[in-house]
Every structure is written in C-alpha cells, then in structure tokens.
C-alpha cells in the first residue's frame, strides 16, 4: 500500500509540473474524480506546490545584502558541468512526496526569515562610520542618484579640470570643508561635481566613473542632531555606505553590483 500511495505521489507530481503525457494524464484525471483519497493527495501537493512558489517570490522581493553581491561578482568562473548517461539520469531523479512539499515549503520560510535577519544585521567599514537617516534625505540622495546617473552626456555641472573652482564651489554652498580624493587605485575616474538639495540641506556631490561606465558618487552635508548609529543599505539597484565626522555626514553611492564600493568609501573616509 506504500508503495501504490508513493507512485501515485509522483503521478500527482507530474501532473502538477505539467509533464505528463496526454493520455496518462486523462486517466489520472478521471481517478481524481473517482478517489476521495487520491483527490485529497493532490490538494495537499498542489497546495506545498503554492506556498513554496509565494515564499520563494516574497525571498526574490528582499533586497541583496551588499556581501553576497561581492561574492558573487568575485567568485571563480563554474567548472564545466558533466552530463551524466541517460540511465543514471533517470535513477538519480526525484519526486516529493505531499508531506516533503509541506515540509519543502516550511523550510523555505525559515531560510527567508533568517536571510532578512541577517541582512539586516549586516555592519562592516570604518570604525567612524556612521548613519543614513530614514526619510526625506535618504528618499532624496536616491532620487537624485538615479536620475543622473543614467545621463552619462550630463554627469556633472562643474568638470574635474578645475578642482581649486570644484572646492571654494562647493564648501561655500554646504559649509563643508574637504578635499577631493584620489580614488584611481580603486579604478574610478574623477569627472567633476554637483551640488543639490536633500532633506531641505544643500549637500555637494563628488563623482566618479568606473571602466566598466559604473557612476560612484561621495556625497556630504552637515552633521544634523539627529545623525546617529550607522548603516549599509540597499534602495532597489542602489548601494549607500554612510560615514561621519566631527562636522560632516558623508555618503558612498553606487550601483549595488559594485563589489568594491566599501573599499571606495573606507578609502575616501581616509582622504575626504
């Protein structure tokens, strides 16, 4: 009887993943309307099938934590697969059961909830790094990153080839005194600078390029009283490292893809 009820758990299976032949799946169709108990395994299956399918699409909804992106960009190239014969093939395959699915899909809410907690305790860069507040500053550095960003004819309003013009520019309008950083040994390119508002707060702009076409951007503004603790976010495709000093709130902006944009920002902590 185990047997009978196991084969039937992989017919149901293959009825669910749509790869059963026509005429087998008429006649499973009509045991279904036939068999109480075959029509129950089928509702159990079908209902693993579709918590599974809701967890793994609410997994994809989370952000990247930025650690994972930099392992994936700097992992080794996959060994080439090896295809194994027809027979192994065959006999290595497998089909869950109504009772693994359940189980498969309780598994896959616990993954979730325990990769949300610790992207969430994710902390790493300099010892005086610190926050990106919530609200209108943060909603407003990203809006802005994102639109001109994708504007590589308008990058910047003031071009790199006057830097002394970039500085007395932008510590007369932010209150900010600073120097550019050198950031060629991370492979960025100085293009220029911007200066906007965010959070009701001018706040100067420093930016660079990547040989990949990658836009970095070092951001700074006043300290606020209510700057404080530290964190390493992620807005959609958008990476934020913050750090401070004893006047200054500073940002490191770029894509999430970046792998390196910690080193960026713990190196332009140090030349800033």
Not at 35 to 49: E, T
Not at 76 to 90: F, N, Q, Y
């Given at each position: 009887m185990a047997?009978?009820n196991h084969k039937?758990?992989?017919r149901?299976?293959?009825?669910?993943?749509?790869?059963m032949?026509p005429e087998?799946?008429?006649?499973?169709?009509?045991?279904?309307?036939?068999d109480?108990q075959a029509?129950?395994?089928?509702?159990?299956?079908?209902?693993?099938?579709?918590?599974?399918?809701e967890?793994?699409?609410?997994?994809?909804k989370?952000?990247?934590p930025?650690?994972?992106v930099?392992?994936?960009?700097?992992?080794?190239?996959?060994r080439?697969?090896?295809?194994l014969?027809?027979?192994?093939?065959?006999?290595?395959?497998?089909?869950?059961s109504?009772m693994q699915?359940?189980?498969g899909?309780?598994?896959?809410?616990?993954?979730?909830?325990?990769?949300?907690?610790?992207a969430?305790?994710?902390?790493?860069?300099?010892?005086?790094?610190?926050?990106?507040e919530?609200?209108?500053?943060l909603?407003?550095?990203?809006?802005?990153?994102r639109?001109?960003?994708?504007q590589p004819g308008?990058l910047?309003?003031?071009?790199?080839?006057?830097?002394?013009a970039i500085?007395e520019?932008?510590?007369?309008?932010?209150?900010?005194?600073?120097?550019?950083?050198?950031?060629s040994?991370n492979?960025l390119?100085?293009?220029?600078?911007?200066?906007?508002?965010a959070?009701?707060?001018?706040?100067?702009?420093?930016?660079?390029?990547?040989?990949e076409g990658?836009v970095?951007?070092?951001?700074?503004?006043?300290?606020?009283?209510d700057?404080?603790?530290?964190?390493?976010?992620?807005?959609d495709?958008?990476?934020l490292?913050?750090?401070?000093s004893?006047?200054?709130?500073?940002?490191?902006?770029?894509?999430?893809?970046?792998?390196?944009?910690d080193e960026?920002a713990?190196?332009?902590?140090g030349?800033?």
């Amino acid at each position: 009887m185990a047997g009978t009820n196991h084969k039937l758990d992989m017919r149901l299976s293959m009825l669910l993943d749509r790869e059963m032949p026509p005429e087998e799946q008429q006649e499973l169709e009509g045991l279904l309307k036939e068999d109480a108990q075959a029509r129950a395994a089928h509702d159990i299956l079908g209902h693993g099938n579709s918590r599974g399918r809701e967890i793994f699409d609410d997994l994809l909804k989370e952000p990247v934590p930025l650690d994972l992106v930099r392992i994936i960009k700097t992992a080794p190239p996959p060994r080439k697969a090896v295809r194994l014969p027809a027979e192994e093939r065959s006999s290595l395959s497998f089909r869950p059961s109504p009772m693994q699915a359940v189980l498969g899909g309780v598994l896959l809410l616990a993954l979730g909830g325990g990769l949300g907690f610790m992207a969430g305790q994710q902390v790493s860069m300099p010892s005086q790094a610190l926050v990106i507040e919530s609200g209108d500053w943060l909603d407003d550095l990203v809006a802005h990153y994102r639109m001109f960003s994708r504007q590589p004819g308008h990058l910047v309003e003031m071009p790199a080839t006057d830097s002394a013009a970039i500085v007395e520019w932008l510590l007369g309008n932010t209150g900010i005194n600073f120097r550019i950083p050198d950031l060629s040994e991370n492979g960025l390119t100085f293009e220029g600078a911007r200066l906007f508002t965010a959070g009701g707060q001018p706040v100067g702009e420093l930016i660079y390029t990547s040989a990949e076409g990658e836009v970095i951007s070092i951001l700074f503004r006043k300290n606020r009283p209510d700057d404080d603790g530290f964190s390493e976010l992620i807005r959609d495709n958008i990476a934020l490292i913050s750090w401070k000093s004893a006047t200054a709130t500073y940002v490191a902006v770029g894509p999430s893809s970046a792998a390196s944009l910690d080193e960026v920002a713990a190196k332009a902590a140090g030349l800033i």
